[in-house]
């Protein structure tokens, strides 16, 4: 059986990096009595997957980790003994049990929400760049990777947006496929002031992760049910 | 909201900021309010300093202490150093992020002499004045303890006490002292002077040290009222004392990234070298059930997925087979690895790693230290060719193909026939292979590496008073194995290493120094010295300019042999062996005679007098 967890990352622990949240919670688990299914062979491991990292020094509301089970035990359970062996900035909020021929954590994101606080509040009004934007049918911005630069259109990568208590919240395309980060949607709104933020001069949060079905973006932590004992 | 001392900006700009957030699971976090606040510190990087067990011994012992909370501190990095020092931004402990200089306490461990100039960093971050003698009434009491503290004279200046001995049994007087110390509000100095007088605790700032013209020491002179003598402390029970089954589990990888399983302490063998075997001495075991009670709790307490056995050497541990096979049924198919340093390779080790380890990339491994027999005589090394080539026989006949040897250059006596006996014993045993494994069976070729380091000599060992080679006898000497390696039939299944000459050379100045060496420490570390032990920091020209502009001469420390009735620097350490005994021994491996090991015959090395462990109960 495969379950899924949503967990939150916050605090302090904003510094650890995937690789060592992906260690810490196969200690959780260990620690936790989840049992746990390890793969075969001469250096067996946890059958574990994760959402795409999250960027060094973000916080996030909805971190997924899907992992596979010898045996059964309840939401309920599972989550309390989580929850005594965690950590504050790591936070169980659920654990549920995913359905058959589920896609896994990693590959099943194509989208994620995200709310964009200024440090520095900006003299712009918002609400006109964001309808502004809106408005287009294509927006074409400067992708900058480590190896390559590349010009998209990310008009069709953007899902939400909107503005409201001095926070940007967005819904982008997030994934293998489609990956676009906030700073550069953020970026393309003051395009025409040409301003230029980094995600030091922004305050992100990721706040859920969503996946496709049936052409609708829904929260990865919709999929599948509680486990009841 | 969880404080951090560093704001986000500077933990976005360094490498690994996990090394500085606290926070990890078992970090013990406590109300502040009327606690004695104790900074425990391992100069080194986090990643070292987390791996090391006396630490966590000592954390989880002063936590225990209602009244105390201990915190951990490690070095920073040279990255966040610069900022740092830019910025003005104080040392802070891991647990509450405060600043080192608000604290009681701050302890520090010396592991290893290169480690000296972070010790200036750790004081320099914090505040504190390097010398001991300049600190203010609200300074932190700096304490140090650990194997270097068996000769702390290089860094006696910088400390207000030291402790010899192992830490499990005075610091509570140590606290208890300190409490009445705050509420009589006594000074400072006479907290000292009260703390000298505690089993093990040595307050340098009262010991007056003169010198002869020819640079010996004349005279090393206790105050009034302050001992002459420091006798080290040591636990008598080690299945009845503090032992951390819920250690801090760090979020990045430690070096040692497992849980620890300290079997015994002390050693029984007597190899002339090793500074552990004899400082540590008497031999004293944990008991095998409480070993099994400990290992359980704390693969439950943190989740590890490796467990290790500890010791100097855990062949001589006398339930090795039980506490193995225990290990092996708890935790073989709950994946958790068990992990064997320092066996012998017989057939009982050989099996027990085939069941717990992946036999194709395990890697068979001896410490002969020396390649001839006549030396490891001398170095009353008690492993003989036979013990070697019959443990890689059966290790070969069990599918290994791989060997690492590990030897020393630079040893009292040492000719160059010995040098050259390093490369043809590993070509004996390369040649043991192809012997044995018929071509058809062969997995490739066999892989022997053989290291060697440059022998060090240490205090408290028989070759306390040994001349130490300078560099260019490193060196050649290294040349020499490396061209007999040449020649060897099977050279090309051979890998010779050899480590660094300079860090060795400055090693051996510090581990028999005197307090002279303090001054040299501030003026390296002022020259930027930092990190010796860390080859992608260590400069060597920095601290030759050191010696030079302090007028000290590193050679009458390294490369000088002394009279056995010479005042040593840590002669007023009593560590149970003898000085008679240890000049015994110096004439031994002059004349080649093995001295037996202490379950074969007691030699009367002195360590019995605390009457505890083997000495006591055999």
């Given amino acids: 059986m495969k379950v899924r967890i949503r967990f939150s990352k916050t605090g302090a622990l904003v510094y650890i990096g995937h690789l060592d949240v992906m260690r810490y919670f196969q200690k959780l688990f260990v620690r936790s009595g989840i049992p746990v299914a390890y793969s075969e062979g001469f250096s067996p491991h946890q059958l574990l997957s994760f959402t795409p990292p999250l960027p060094l ?12 089970l010898t045996n059964s035990i309840t939401t309920k359970e599972a989550i309390m003994h989580l929850r005594k062996h965690s950590v504050d900035g790591i936070y169980i909020s659920s654990f549920r049990a995913l359905p058959e021929k589920c896609e896994n954590a990693m590959a099943a994101v194509k989208a994620a929400s995200y709310s964009v606080k200024f440090c520095k509040k900006p003299s712009e009004d918002i609400n006109m760049l964001i309808s502004g934007l809106l408005s287009k049918e294509a927006m074409m911005v400067t992708k900058k990777s480590k190896k390559s630069e590349r010009m998209i259109n990310i008009r069709p990568l953007i899902h939400e947006l909107t503005y409201e208590d001095d926070t940007v919240n967005m819904m982008i395309s997030s994934g293998s496929i489609d990956n676009i980060k906030p700073e550069l949607v953020i970026n393309a709104l003051f395009e025409a002031s040409q301003k230029s933020y980094t995600s030091q001069d922004l305050l992100i949060k990721r706040i859920d992760q969503y996946t496709l079905i049936e052409d609708k973006l829904i929260s990865l932590d919709l999929i599948g049910s509680n486990i009841d004992g | 909201m969880s404080k951090l001392a560093l704001s986000k900006e500077i933990l976005l700009s360094v490498d690994k900021p996990a090394r500085y957030i606290g ?71 891991l647990e509450s992020q405060d600043n080192i200089g608000d604290f009681d306490f701050l302890g520090i461990t010396l592991q290893y002499e290169m480690c000296y100039t972070n010790i200036l960093q750790v004081l320099d971050l914090s505040g504190i004045p390097f010398y001991a003698t300049d600190r203010g009434e609200d300074d932190p009491i700096v304490i140090c303890g650990g194997p270097c503290a068996y000769n702390p004279e290089p860094v006696a200046d910088f400390f207000d006490l030291v402790y010899i001995g192992e830490g499990e049994t005075s610091y509570r007087l140590l606290i208890d002292l300190f409490k009445e110390h705050k509420m009589y509000k006594t000074t400072r100095c006479d907290f000292l002077k009260k703390a000298g007088n505690i089993p093990g605790i040595y307050a340098p700032q009262f010991y007056c040290v003169s010198y002869n013209d020819d640079g010996t020491i004349k005279s090393f002179d206790a105050s009034t009222g302050m ?16 032992y951390p089954t819920k250690p801090v589990v760090p979020y990045i990888k430690a070096t040692q990234d497992r849980a620890v399983l300290e079997i015994q302490r002390g050693c029984i063998r007597g190899c002339r070298f090793c500074q552990a075997g004899s400082v540590y001495k008497p031999i004293r075991k944990r008991d095998e059930k409480k070993l099994e009670q400990i290992a359980k709790e704390m693969i439950k307490n943190t989740g590890y997925d490796e467990i290790s056995l500890s010791s100097l050497s855990s062949s001589d541990y006398p339930e090795l087979e039980q506490i193995c096979n225990f290990l092996i049924d708890e935790f073989s198919d709950r994946h958790v690895n068990i992990s064997l340093p320092s066996l012998r390779v017989d057939a009982f080790s050989l099996d027990v790693m085939k069941k717990v380890q992946d036999v194709k990339k395990s890697v068979i491994t001896f410490a002969p230290e020396a390649g001839s027999q006549r030396m490891r005589n001398v170095i009353n090394k008690g492993l003989t060719i ?91 000497k290294a040349h020499v194995v490396n061209e007999a390696m040449r020649r060897q039939l099977n050279f090309k299944s051979i890998k010779y290493n050899w480590h660094a000459a300079d860090v060795s050379v400055l090693e051996g100045v510090f581990a028999r120094g005197d307090r002279r060496l303090s001054k040299v420490l501030v003026r390296a570390y002022e020259k930027g010295c930092i990190f010796d032990a860390w080859t992608e920091t260590f400069r060597y020209e920095p601290w030759q300019e050191a010696f030079e502009e302090t007028g000290v001469d590193p050679a009458f420390y390294y490369n000088r042999e002394r009279d056995t009735k010479e005042i040593l620097p840590w002669d007023f350490i009593d560590t149970g062996v003898t000085k008679d005994f240890l000049i015994r021994e110096y004439i031994n491996a002059k004349n080649e005679k093995v001295t037996p090991n202490c379950r074969q015959k007691c030699s009367g090395c002195g360590a019995a007098r605390y009457g505890v462990g083997e000495c006591h109960e055999s």
């Fill in chain 2, 386 to 476: 036979d013990d070697i080539l019959n443990g890689c026989r059966q290790a070969f006949l069990g599918g290994w193909t791989r060997v690492k040897l590990y030897f020393m250059l630079g040893l009292p006596y040492e000719t160059e026939e010995d040098m050259e006996a390093i490369a043809t014993l590993s070509n004996e045993i390369a040649k043991l292979y192809y012997d044995l494994i018929p071509k058809e069976e062969r997995k490739g070729k066999v892989s022997i590496v053989s290291s060697t380091s440059f022998f060090v000599p240490k205090p408290f060992t028989p070759f306390q008073w040994a001349k130490m080679n300078t560099m260019d006898e490193f060196r050649y």
């Fill in chain 2, 23 to 93: 926070h990890e699971v078992n970090a013990v976090i406590k109300d502040p309010k009327d606690k004695i606040r104790f900074a425990m510190c391992f100069p080194d990087l986090y990643e070292i300093g987390m791996s090391h067990l006396g630490i966590q011994i000592l954390y989880d012992m002063l936590n225990s202490f209602e009244d105390v909370w201990c915190e951990r501190v490690y070095s920073v990095w040279t990255d966040l150093f610069a900022i740092m020092k830019e910025k003005k931004i104080p040392l802070f402990a």
């Fill in chain 2, 227 to 242: 001992p002459s003598v420091i006798r080290k402390e040591i636990v008598g029970s080690l299945t009845d004392t503090y």
């Fill in chain 1, 57 to 68: 020094g973000m916080e996030s509301t909805g971190e997924y980790a899907d992992v596979v």
